[in-house]
Protein backbone atom coordinates (compact mmCIF):
# COMPACT_ATOMS: atom_id res chain seq x y z
CA UNK A 1 0.00 0.00 0.00
CA UNK A 2 0.77 3.65 -0.52
CA UNK A 3 0.28 5.26 2.83
CA UNK A 4 0.71 8.93 3.60
CA UNK A 5 1.17 10.05 7.30
CA UNK A 6 0.88 13.48 8.60
CA UNK A 7 1.75 14.19 12.32
CA UNK A 8 3.02 16.88 14.19
CA UNK A 9 7.53 16.79 13.74
CA UNK A 10 7.99 17.63 16.91
CA UNK A 11 8.64 16.04 20.69
CA UNK A 12 5.86 14.42 21.54
CA UNK A 13 3.92 11.26 21.64
CA UNK A 14 1.80 11.30 18.61
CA UNK A 15 4.57 12.10 16.51
CA UNK A 16 6.59 9.50 17.81
CA UNK A 17 3.74 7.28 17.43
CA UNK A 18 3.46 8.23 13.70
CA UNK A 19 6.72 7.93 13.19
CA UNK A 20 7.69 4.44 14.52
CA UNK A 21 4.01 3.45 12.46
CA UNK A 22 5.54 4.69 9.69
CA UNK A 23 8.94 3.05 9.69
CA UNK A 24 7.35 0.05 10.92
CA UNK A 25 4.81 -0.16 8.00
CA UNK A 26 7.92 0.07 5.37
CA UNK A 27 9.49 -2.51 6.85
CA UNK A 28 6.58 -4.55 5.79
CA UNK A 29 6.76 -3.91 2.23
CA UNK A 30 4.27 -0.40 1.90
CA UNK A 31 5.41 2.49 0.73
CA UNK A 32 5.28 5.75 3.01
CA UNK A 33 5.40 9.43 2.66
CA UNK A 34 5.19 11.80 5.76
CA UNK A 35 3.78 15.11 4.70
CA UNK A 36 4.63 17.26 7.58
CA UNK A 37 6.60 21.15 7.86
CA UNK A 38 10.04 19.37 9.36
CA UNK A 39 11.41 16.15 9.17
CA UNK A 40 9.66 13.87 12.33
CA UNK A 41 12.27 13.66 15.03
CA UNK A 42 12.04 9.84 15.14
CA UNK A 43 12.94 9.81 11.49
CA UNK A 44 16.56 9.21 11.90
CA UNK A 45 18.52 9.02 8.51
CA UNK A 46 17.40 6.55 5.34
CA UNK A 47 14.97 4.13 5.43
CA UNK A 48 14.21 2.03 2.72
CA UNK A 49 10.72 2.73 1.33
CA UNK A 50 10.18 5.99 3.35
CA UNK A 51 9.61 9.68 2.21
CA UNK A 52 9.68 13.06 3.21
CA UNK A 53 7.37 15.79 1.64
CA UNK A 54 7.90 19.20 3.36
CA UNK A 55 5.07 21.47 3.86
CA UNK A 56 6.18 24.68 1.94
CA UNK A 57 6.63 27.64 4.84
CA UNK A 58 7.73 30.42 2.62
CA UNK A 59 5.10 32.39 2.48
CA UNK A 60 4.81 32.70 6.45
CA UNK A 61 7.05 35.84 6.13
CA UNK A 62 4.49 37.84 3.67
CA UNK A 63 3.84 41.23 5.17
CA UNK A 64 -0.19 40.68 5.48
CA UNK A 65 0.46 37.41 7.04
CA UNK A 66 0.07 38.12 11.03
CA UNK A 67 -0.12 33.94 11.55
CA UNK A 68 0.75 32.05 8.10
CA UNK A 69 -1.68 30.26 7.37
CA UNK A 70 -0.49 26.93 7.88
CA UNK A 71 -3.26 24.87 7.78
CA UNK A 72 -3.99 25.61 3.63
CA UNK A 73 -0.49 24.81 3.02
CA UNK A 74 -0.68 21.46 4.53
CA UNK A 75 -3.76 20.88 3.00
CA UNK A 76 -2.17 22.08 -0.77
CA UNK A 77 0.52 19.19 -0.20
CA UNK A 78 -1.68 16.69 1.40
CA UNK A 79 -3.54 17.04 -1.59
CA UNK A 80 -0.53 17.44 -4.10
CA UNK A 81 1.47 13.98 -2.55
CA UNK A 82 -1.67 12.40 -2.77
CA UNK A 83 -2.39 13.03 -6.61
CA UNK A 84 1.16 12.48 -7.61
CA UNK A 85 2.30 9.46 -5.49
CA UNK A 86 -1.16 7.48 -5.69
CA UNK A 87 -1.44 7.46 -2.36
CA UNK A 88 -4.04 4.91 -0.86
CA UNK A 89 -4.41 5.97 2.24
CA UNK A 90 -3.91 9.40 4.23
CA UNK A 91 -3.31 8.65 7.78
CA UNK A 92 -3.19 12.02 10.19
CA UNK A 93 -2.18 11.92 13.88
CA UNK A 94 -3.36 14.18 15.99
CA UNK A 95 -7.18 15.72 15.06
CA UNK A 96 -6.42 19.53 15.16
CA UNK A 97 -6.03 20.19 12.29
CA UNK A 98 -4.88 17.28 10.51
CA UNK A 99 -8.26 15.78 10.39
CA UNK A 100 -9.37 19.14 9.08
CA UNK A 101 -6.43 19.40 6.27
CA UNK A 102 -7.01 15.35 5.64
CA UNK A 103 -10.70 16.19 4.84
CA UNK A 104 -10.04 19.33 2.57
CA UNK A 105 -7.44 17.01 0.26
CA UNK A 106 -9.49 14.59 0.27
CA UNK A 107 -12.31 16.79 -1.21
CA UNK A 108 -10.25 18.37 -3.50
CA UNK A 109 -9.64 14.87 -5.12
CA UNK A 110 -13.05 13.97 -5.92
CA UNK A 111 -13.74 12.83 -8.92
CA UNK A 112 -9.91 12.29 -9.41
CA UNK A 113 -8.83 9.88 -7.16
CA UNK A 114 -9.98 8.15 -4.35
CA UNK A 115 -8.11 8.30 -1.01
CA UNK A 116 -9.36 7.08 1.85
CA UNK A 117 -8.98 9.15 5.30
CA UNK A 118 -8.06 7.79 8.79
CA UNK A 119 -7.63 9.81 11.80
CA UNK A 120 -5.60 8.56 15.15
CA UNK A 121 -6.99 10.15 18.03
CA UNK A 122 -3.53 10.73 20.54
CA UNK A 123 -5.12 13.03 23.41
CA UNK A 124 -5.09 16.36 24.44
CA UNK A 125 -6.29 17.06 20.73
CA UNK A 126 -9.42 15.47 22.08
CA UNK A 127 -9.05 16.21 25.88
CA UNK A 128 -7.75 19.82 25.87
CA UNK A 129 -7.44 21.55 22.32
CA UNK A 130 -10.16 20.28 20.45
CA UNK A 131 -12.77 21.27 22.90
CA UNK A 132 -11.76 24.79 22.92
CA UNK A 133 -14.45 26.73 21.32
CA UNK A 134 -12.51 27.52 18.29
CA UNK A 135 -11.80 24.21 17.28
CA UNK A 136 -14.81 22.14 18.52
CA UNK A 137 -17.15 22.55 15.48
CA UNK A 138 -14.59 21.62 13.01
CA UNK A 139 -12.57 18.97 14.63
CA UNK A 140 -16.07 17.31 15.55
CA UNK A 141 -16.75 17.94 11.60
CA UNK A 142 -13.52 16.60 10.41
CA UNK A 143 -13.45 13.13 13.42
CA UNK A 144 -17.18 12.43 11.43
CA UNK A 145 -16.15 12.96 8.26
CA UNK A 146 -12.65 10.36 8.32
CA UNK A 147 -13.11 7.13 6.54
CA UNK A 148 -11.98 5.52 9.85
CA UNK A 149 -11.33 7.10 13.39
CA UNK A 150 -8.89 5.32 15.72
CA UNK A 151 -7.92 6.14 19.46
CA UNK A 152 -5.04 5.26 21.55
CA UNK A 153 -6.70 4.00 24.48
CA UNK A 154 -10.38 2.82 25.78
CA UNK A 155 -10.45 6.13 27.59
CA UNK A 156 -9.55 7.90 24.62
CA UNK A 157 -12.37 6.54 22.51
CA UNK A 158 -14.48 6.67 25.44
CA UNK A 159 -13.57 10.14 26.03
CA UNK A 160 -14.29 11.35 22.20
CA UNK A 161 -18.27 10.13 22.56
CA UNK A 162 -18.50 11.60 25.50
CA UNK A 163 -16.99 15.11 24.75
CA UNK A 164 -17.92 15.00 20.93
CA UNK A 165 -20.81 13.22 20.67
CA UNK A 166 -19.63 11.38 17.19
CA UNK A 167 -22.71 9.25 16.94
CA UNK A 168 -21.66 8.17 13.41
CA UNK A 169 -18.34 6.81 13.97
CA UNK A 170 -17.23 4.30 15.14
CA UNK A 171 -14.31 4.95 16.71
CA UNK A 172 -11.56 1.74 17.03
CA UNK A 173 -9.53 1.65 19.98
CA UNK A 174 -6.23 0.32 18.75
CA UNK A 175 -3.26 0.87 21.34
CA UNK A 176 0.23 2.30 21.28
CA UNK A 177 3.06 0.09 20.39
CA UNK A 178 7.30 0.18 21.38
CA UNK A 179 9.80 -1.33 18.89
CA UNK A 180 11.37 -3.93 21.02
CA UNK A 181 14.60 -4.25 19.20
CA UNK A 182 15.51 -0.55 20.46
CA UNK A 183 13.50 -0.24 23.87
CA UNK A 184 14.71 -3.25 25.41
CA UNK A 185 16.67 -4.44 28.80
CA UNK A 186 20.37 -3.20 29.04
CA UNK A 187 22.95 -6.01 27.91
CA UNK A 188 25.89 -4.62 29.64
CA UNK A 189 24.48 -2.26 32.86
CA UNK A 190 23.67 1.05 33.03
CA UNK A 191 25.47 3.81 31.11
CA UNK A 192 28.61 5.15 32.31
CA UNK A 193 28.42 8.74 34.36
CA UNK A 194 25.21 9.00 34.53
CA UNK A 195 24.97 8.97 38.06
CA UNK A 196 27.26 8.52 40.96
CA UNK A 197 27.89 4.57 41.17
CA UNK A 198 26.02 3.70 44.38
CA UNK A 199 22.96 6.23 43.47
CA UNK A 200 19.20 4.70 42.16
CA UNK A 201 18.44 6.47 39.07
CA UNK A 202 14.94 7.90 38.52
CA UNK A 203 13.72 9.13 35.10
CA UNK A 204 11.08 12.06 33.54
CA UNK A 205 10.73 11.84 30.37
CA UNK A 206 8.01 14.81 28.72
CA UNK A 207 7.60 18.14 26.91
CA UNK A 208 7.47 19.80 30.48
CA UNK A 209 3.70 21.13 29.82
CA UNK A 210 1.17 21.83 31.87
CA UNK A 211 -0.27 18.39 32.15
CA UNK A 212 2.68 16.76 32.71
CA UNK A 213 2.72 18.13 36.42
CA UNK A 214 6.63 17.94 36.20
CA UNK A 215 6.88 19.67 39.94
CA UNK A 216 5.43 16.47 41.15
CA UNK A 217 8.17 14.57 39.54
CA UNK A 218 10.66 16.31 41.58
CA UNK A 219 8.37 16.11 45.25
CA UNK A 220 8.34 12.48 44.15
CA UNK A 221 11.91 12.88 43.47
CA UNK A 222 12.71 14.65 46.76
CA UNK A 223 11.12 12.26 49.02
CA UNK A 224 13.38 9.34 47.29
CA UNK A 225 16.23 11.40 47.82
CA UNK A 226 15.62 11.84 51.59
CA UNK A 227 15.65 8.14 51.95
CA UNK A 228 18.63 7.03 49.89
CA UNK A 229 21.37 7.97 47.18
CA UNK A 230 19.38 9.23 43.99
CA UNK A 231 19.92 10.96 41.02
CA UNK A 232 16.64 12.18 38.33
CA UNK A 233 17.12 12.50 35.15
CA UNK A 234 14.75 14.96 33.90
CA UNK A 235 14.71 14.52 29.60
CA UNK A 236 12.86 17.08 27.50
CA UNK A 237 12.05 20.98 27.64
CA UNK A 238 8.91 22.69 27.58
CA UNK A 239 7.19 26.10 29.56
CA UNK A 240 7.44 24.37 33.06
CA UNK A 241 10.93 23.35 33.21
CA UNK A 242 11.88 26.58 34.96
CA UNK A 243 8.92 25.97 37.21
CA UNK A 244 10.98 22.35 37.59
CA UNK A 245 14.19 24.02 38.48
CA UNK A 246 12.61 25.95 40.63
CA UNK A 247 11.34 23.44 42.76
CA UNK A 248 14.46 21.63 42.96
CA UNK A 249 16.54 24.04 44.15
CA UNK A 250 13.51 24.85 46.55
CA UNK A 251 13.42 21.14 48.22
CA UNK A 252 17.58 21.13 48.36
CA UNK A 253 17.90 18.46 45.46
CA UNK A 254 19.21 20.79 42.50
CA UNK A 255 22.40 18.65 43.01
CA UNK A 256 20.77 15.29 42.00
CA UNK A 257 18.54 16.78 39.09
CA UNK A 258 20.19 16.79 36.23
CA UNK A 259 18.08 18.05 33.35
CA UNK A 260 19.17 16.65 29.67
CA UNK A 261 17.35 18.49 27.53
CA UNK A 262 15.86 17.07 24.50
CA UNK A 263 17.12 13.83 23.31
CA UNK A 264 15.90 12.12 20.04
CA UNK A 265 16.80 8.70 21.51
CA UNK A 266 16.17 7.81 25.30
CA UNK A 267 16.20 4.08 25.26
CA UNK A 268 20.00 4.01 26.69
CA UNK A 269 18.51 6.46 29.80
CA UNK A 270 15.76 4.08 30.21
CA UNK A 271 17.31 0.75 30.46
CA UNK A 272 19.72 2.86 33.21
CA UNK A 273 17.01 3.92 34.88
CA UNK A 274 15.32 1.81 38.53
CA UNK A 275 12.39 4.12 38.26
CA UNK A 276 10.17 5.80 35.68
CA UNK A 277 8.03 8.69 37.02
CA UNK A 278 4.84 10.23 35.37
CA UNK A 279 2.59 11.75 37.14
CA UNK A 280 0.65 13.74 34.53
CA UNK A 281 -2.95 14.92 35.33
CA UNK A 282 -4.05 13.11 32.40
CA UNK A 283 -2.48 10.85 29.95
CA UNK A 284 -4.66 9.16 27.14
CA UNK A 285 -1.97 6.02 26.99
CA UNK A 286 1.59 7.47 28.14
CA UNK A 287 3.78 6.16 25.72
CA UNK A 288 6.66 7.19 27.82
CA UNK A 289 5.81 4.65 30.24
CA UNK A 290 5.45 1.89 28.05
CA UNK A 291 9.15 2.37 26.43
CA UNK A 292 10.42 3.10 30.07
CA UNK A 293 8.69 -0.66 31.01
CA UNK A 294 10.08 -2.52 27.95
CA UNK A 295 13.66 -1.56 29.01
CA UNK A 296 12.62 -2.59 32.36
CA UNK A 297 11.64 0.12 34.35
CA UNK A 298 8.73 0.21 36.38
CA UNK A 299 7.13 3.03 36.60
CA UNK A 300 4.91 5.55 39.59
CA UNK A 301 2.47 7.06 37.41
CA UNK A 302 -0.60 8.66 38.17
CA UNK A 303 -4.32 6.76 37.92
CA UNK A 304 -5.50 8.86 35.21
CA UNK A 305 -6.63 8.85 31.75
CA UNK A 306 -5.45 5.31 29.83
CA UNK A 307 -2.60 5.11 32.06
CA UNK A 308 -4.42 1.75 33.96
CA UNK A 309 -5.07 1.05 30.55
CA UNK A 310 -0.96 0.39 30.24
CA UNK A 311 0.54 -0.06 33.96
CA UNK A 312 -0.89 -2.34 36.19
CA UNK A 313 -0.87 -1.06 39.41
CA UNK A 314 1.62 -3.61 42.16
CA UNK A 315 2.31 -5.64 39.46
CA UNK A 316 4.48 -3.93 36.91
CA UNK A 317 4.23 -0.56 38.21
CA UNK A 318 2.99 1.83 40.90
CA UNK A 319 -0.35 4.07 40.54
CA UNK A 320 -1.95 6.76 42.64
CA UNK A 321 -4.33 9.35 42.48
CA UNK A 322 -2.98 12.84 40.11
CA UNK A 323 -1.30 14.71 43.24
CA UNK A 324 -0.69 12.55 45.51
CA UNK A 325 3.17 13.25 45.42
CA UNK A 326 3.16 11.56 49.27
CA UNK A 327 2.09 8.13 48.21
CA UNK A 328 3.87 7.93 45.47
CA UNK A 329 6.96 8.80 46.99
CA UNK A 330 6.77 6.36 50.13
CA UNK A 331 6.09 3.36 47.71
CA UNK A 332 8.97 5.00 44.80
CA UNK A 333 11.32 4.18 48.61
CA UNK A 334 9.74 0.98 49.90
CA UNK A 335 10.10 -0.57 46.10
CA UNK A 336 13.63 0.80 45.89
CA UNK A 337 14.39 -0.81 49.13
CA UNK A 338 13.24 -4.20 47.98
CA UNK A 339 15.87 -5.36 45.50
CA UNK A 340 13.53 -9.12 45.05
CA UNK A 341 9.83 -6.53 44.84
CA UNK A 342 11.87 -4.60 42.41
CA UNK A 343 13.27 -7.06 40.06
CA UNK A 344 9.90 -8.87 40.51
CA UNK A 345 8.45 -5.50 39.14
CA UNK A 346 10.84 -4.79 36.84
CA UNK A 347 10.67 -8.24 34.99
CA UNK A 348 6.83 -7.74 34.97
CA UNK A 349 6.94 -4.22 33.14
CA UNK A 350 9.46 -5.89 30.40
CA UNK A 351 6.89 -8.73 29.85
CA UNK A 352 3.74 -6.45 30.03
CA UNK A 353 5.59 -4.31 27.45
CA UNK A 354 5.45 -7.36 25.34
CA UNK A 355 1.89 -6.98 24.78
CA UNK A 356 2.29 -4.15 22.79
CA UNK A 357 4.87 -4.98 20.97
CA UNK A 358 4.85 -3.56 17.11
CA UNK A 359 4.31 -7.06 15.77
CA UNK A 360 0.98 -7.10 17.73
CA UNK A 361 -0.18 -3.76 16.98
CA UNK A 362 0.74 -2.90 13.59
CA UNK A 363 -0.94 -5.51 11.80
CA UNK A 364 -3.97 -3.97 13.03
CA UNK A 365 -3.32 -0.91 11.50
CA UNK A 366 -2.44 -2.89 7.89
CA UNK A 367 -6.26 -4.70 9.03
CA UNK A 368 -7.87 -1.13 9.18
CA UNK A 369 -6.89 0.32 5.94
CA UNK A 370 -7.59 -2.98 3.72
CA UNK A 371 -11.14 -2.66 5.35
CA UNK A 372 -11.34 1.09 4.32
CA UNK A 373 -10.11 0.22 1.14
CA UNK A 374 -12.46 -2.38 0.97
O1 LIG B 1 1.57 14.85 25.79
C1 LIG B 1 2.47 14.57 25.03
O2 LIG B 1 3.59 14.23 25.39
C2 LIG B 1 2.24 14.67 23.57
C3 LIG B 1 0.90 14.18 23.21
C4 LIG B 1 0.68 14.34 21.76
O3 LIG B 1 -0.46 14.18 21.39
O4 LIG B 1 1.61 14.63 21.00
O5 LIG B 1 0.80 12.84 23.68
C5 LIG B 1 -0.42 12.16 23.62
O6 LIG B 1 -0.21 11.14 22.68
C6 LIG B 1 0.69 10.11 23.07
C7 LIG B 1 0.84 9.14 21.91
O7 LIG B 1 -0.36 8.55 21.57
C8 LIG B 1 0.16 9.42 24.32
O8 LIG B 1 1.03 8.38 24.72
C9 LIG B 1 0.06 10.48 25.43
O9 LIG B 1 -0.52 9.85 26.57
C10 LIG B 1 -0.81 11.64 24.99
N1 LIG B 1 -0.72 12.72 25.99
C11 LIG B 1 -1.76 13.09 26.74
O10 LIG B 1 -2.86 12.55 26.67
C12 LIG B 1 -1.50 14.19 27.69
Redesign the pocket.
Known amino acids: MKIGITC?PTY??????ATELGLELARRGHEIHFITYASPFRLRGYAEGVYFHEVDTRMGRYPLFDHFPYTLALASKQHEVAMRERLDVLHVH?AVPHATTAYLAREMLEGQWPLKVITTL????I?LVGQESSFYAITKFSIERSDAVTA?SNFLRDETHRAFGCGTCDIRAIP?FVNLAEYRPAVDGRCEGLAPDDHRILTHV??F?E??RVRDVIRVFARVRRAMPATLLMVGDGPDRTDAENEARELGVSEDVRFLGRLDTVANLLQSTDLFILP?Q???????ALEAMACGAPVVATRA??LPEVVDDGVDGILEPVGSVEAMGRRAVELLRDPARHAEMRAAAIARAHDFSADRIVPMYEALYHEVLG
Open positions: YGGSGAVYHGTDTVNSNRVKSTESFGLAGG
